[in-house]
């Protein structure tokens, strides 16, 4: 499930997942793929949000945010991509600390770093980017997809973006 070792939080995972829903490891593969925006919107949990107007120049397709939180604390967001979209290479640069937290908790998706194969993405799936690596993520091109993104606090943190990611990655 999570998978995350959180000090003082280890093995309390697995007693939110009745309340996440998030399927079972065997079952993430079989979930249902919906195209249509309006019955994605009725599985939607944390809400579409807005138009991700802000960052559309880094991004293939349209994407949607949500802050969950105020940015000025652990800043959380539900990012949510149609089928198809995904955003530019990017490095969340930092001094110390930093770099990005994504929880997978709809659709299919997919994380890639620079130099090393694509990785498929499920709900439940959480991927910890370590600051000043180069990386995308995206949806599939059958799937609307979301993840919680959280920018984890470090020094001198920035993001700078990249090239488009092509059509080969």
């Given at each position: 499930?999570?998978r995350?070792?959180?000090?003082g939080?280890?093995g309390?995972a697995?007693r939110?997942?009745?309340?996440l829903s998030?399927?079972k490891?065997?079952e993430?593969?079989?979930?249902?793929?919906i195209?249509?925006?309006?019955?994605?919107?009725?599985?939607?949990?944390?809400?579409?949000?807005?138009?991700?107007?802000?960052?559309?120049?880094y991004?293939i397709?349209?994407?949607?945010l949500?802050?969950?939180?105020?940015?000025s604390g652990?800043?959380f967001?539900?990012?949510?991509?149609?089928?198809?979209?995904?955003n530019?290479?990017?490095i969340?640069?930092a001094d110390n600390g930093?770099g990005?937290?994504l929880i997978?908790?709809y659709?299919?998706g997919?994380?890639q770093?620079?130099?090393?194969?694509?990785?498929?993405?499920?709900?439940g799936?959480?991927?910890n980017i370590?600051?000043?690596v180069?990386h995308w993520?995206g949806?599939?091109?059958d799937?609307?997809?979301?993840?919680?993104?959280q920018?984890?606090p470090?020094?001198n943190?920035?993001?700078?973006?990249?090239e488009?990611v092509?059509?080969?990655?």
């Amino acid at each position: 499930f999570l998978r995350m070792d959180w000090t003082g939080m280890r093995g309390r995972a697995d007693r939110l997942r009745p309340a996440l829903s998030f399927p079972k490891k065997s079952e993430r593969r079989k979930i249902m793929k919906i195209m249509d925006s309006a019955e994605f919107d009725k599985v939607n949990v944390f809400g579409k949000g807005t138009e991700n107007t802000a960052y559309a120049k880094y991004f293939i397709g349209m994407s949607y945010l949500n802050p969950l939180t105020p940015k000025s604390g652990m800043g959380f967001a539900n990012v949510t991509f149609e089928p198809g979209c995904r955003n530019n290479w990017h490095i969340h640069h930092a001094d110390n600390g930093g770099g990005q937290l994504l929880i997978c908790i709809y659709g299919k998706g997919w994380y890639q770093e620079w130099s090393k194969e694509p990785r498929e993405l499920h709900p439940g799936d959480v991927v910890n980017i370590p600051a000043n690596v180069k990386h995308w993520h995206g949806a599939a091109k059958d799937s609307w997809f979301q993840h919680i993104a959280q920018e984890i606090p470090g020094e001198n943190t920035r993001t700078e973006w990249c090239e488009r990611v092509d059509e080969e990655q």
